[in-house]
T-cell receptor, first 114, second 110 residues
């Protein structure tokens, strides 16, 4: 089955700890994205990557870091510098990252920082 | 600035028709997407408009007017399972410049 997987679905961490959210896709897509979703707000772009070993900051990259060492994997680290990390995190991928591409989303990880 | 506006909530009756509006102001335009998102789940793609006019896909249709910065999603023969949030997203001028609205939460009642 082709798709995007994110794990875990729910994650709890203590304040001050770094945490890494995984995102894997087997769709052979070049582009991958991380969004954050908060109640009453649209999805906001954290980071995106159009190709292996390259990634760009989105609108709210502060306090986050990513890597893209493999085409199928785009992990997101939420660092202790992120002031308000509790949110629903969505990973997405698209074939090339172009305007005509549909983005396909993973099931999301709900992070709660205690 | 860039802005995408949708109503926050709507309620409709099973079997009826509902229209969800979206207005946008973005730097450049390359396409408008509609996604459906059930609570706690991933958004799933519904439709895509790049040219003015109506795109029909079964019970769902989406309309675009680029000159007015306006789109709507039309849902016909509403079913209870259509209760979800509907996200309007615009692909702007730059690479990976996808902007999402806050979503419209639709409740379908019997």
């Amino acid at each position: 089955d082709g798709g995007i997987t994110q794990s875990p679905k729910y994650l709890f961490r203590k304040e001050g700890q770094n945490v890494t959210l995984s995102c894997e896709q087997n769709l052979n897509h070049d582009a991958m994205y991380w969004y954050r979703q908060d109640p009453g707000q649209g999805l906001r772009l954290i980071y995106y990557s159009q190709i292996v070993n390259d990634f760009q900051k989105g609108d709210i990259a502060e306090g986050y870091s990513v890597s893209r060492e493999k085409k199928e994997s785009f992990p997101l680290t939420v660092t202790s510098a992120q002031k308000n990390p509790t949110a629903f995190y969505l990973c997405a991928s698209s074939p090339t990252g172009g305007a005509l591409d549909t983005q396909y989303f993973g099931p999301g990880t709900r992070l709660t920082v205690l | 600035g860039q802005n995408i506006d949708q109503p926050t909530e709507m309620t409709a009756t099973e079997g009826a028709i509902v229209q969800i509006n979206c207005t946008y102001q973005t730097s450049g335009f390359n396409g408008l997407f509609w996604y459906q998102q059930h609570a706690g789940e991933a958004p799933t793609f519904l439709s895509y408009n790049v040219l003015d006019g109506l795109e029909e896909k079964g019970r769902f249709s989406s309309f675009l007017s680029r000159s007015k910065g306006y789109s709507y999603l039309l849902l016909k023969e509403l079913q209870m399972k259509d209760s979800a949030s509907y996200l309007c997203a615009v692909f702007g001028a730059g690479n990976n410049d996808m902007r999402f609205g806050a979503g419209t939460r639709l409740t379908v009642k019997p």
